[in-house]
């Protein structure tokens, strides 16, 4: 079992950068497939940013270009660099780690993101 913390969120104007940090600890960090989501008001969690089992990475649409996912495993954390951000990009942003054996599914709290216009 994993636990996941992120941090890193906060405000900031629109076409300001955040990064945001999923850390985890309580298992072997690699073996975990990672991914972010995040929740606006009154909305469905989507799926922003995620690896998949073969290392490759992948964006909605509404993030390409303007998002990165990356992870450092000696660091055991994942991270999402958020540049040019827009205020519909406010949400709860949540790190997710998926364990393909065991097909676990832990969440962190969420890190909330406000952006404004």
């Not at 992870?71 to 540049?83: E, F, H, W």
Request: hydrophobic share 30%.
């Amino acid at each position: 079992q994993v636990q996941l913390v992120e941090s890193g969120g906060g405000l900031v104007q629109s076409g300001g950068s955040l990064r945001l940090s999923c850390t985890a600890s309580g298992s072997i960090f690699s073996i975990y497939v990672m991914s972010w989501y995040r929740q606006a008001p009154g909305k469905q969690r989507e799926l922003v940013a995620g690896f998949t089992s073969g290392g490759s990475t992948n964006y909605v649409d509404s993030v390409k270009g303007r998002f990165t996912i990356s992870r450092d495993n000696a660091k055991n954390t994942v991270y999402l660099q958020m540049n040019s951000l827009k205020p519909e990009d406010t949400a709860v942003y949540y790190c997710k780690g998926y364990h393909s054996t065991t097909r676990s599914a832990y969440w962190g709290q969420g890190t909330q993101v406000t952006v404004s216009s």
